[in-house]
């Protein structure tokens, strides 16, 4: 399952290295995208920020974040997937955008 997930991330970076145009960043609240993280995420995933990154399955957000493989286009692929041993949520582009600029809010500098 991990492996997938890192896969997924690899791929989308590859595809943002290439073009400038694909490596823009996401327009999103970081603040709403906390909140849905939390309402949607929160009972599987760690969504609040961290000190250190943890190594659980499923991944803390601030793992993900953490990841060098981790961009907005990555996260995009990654949320519009499907995922084995996910729910199948459907969230709409804002939100989306959303939990996005918010995951990349956690990236450590």
């Known amino acids: 399952m991990r492996w997938m997930i890192l896969a997924y991330f690899v791929v989308a970076a590859s595809f943002a290295?290439?073009?400038?145009?694909?490596?823009q960043p996401v327009a999103g609240d970081p603040a709403s995208g906390?909140?849905?993280?939390?309402?949607?995420?929160g009972s599987c995933h760690r969504v609040l920020p961290?000190?250190?990154s943890d190594?659980?399955?499923p991944p803390s957000f601030q793992s993900i974040a953490d990841l060098p493989s981790t961009t907005g286009l990555s996260l995009n692929v990654f949320l519009h997937s499907n995922h084995n041993n996910m729910p199948d949520f459907m969230v709409s582009t804002a939100a989306s955008s959303d939990l996005i600029a918010y995951i990349l809010s956690l990236k450590q500098k």
Do not use: E, F, G, N
């Not at 906390?34 to 995420?41: E, F």
């Open 17 to 23: 290295t290439k073009s400038p145009v694909l490596a």
């Open 34 to 41: 906390r909140q849905i993280a939390t309402t949607l995420c």
């Open 50 to 52: 961290m000190t250190l």
């Open 55 to 57: 190594k659980a399955d």
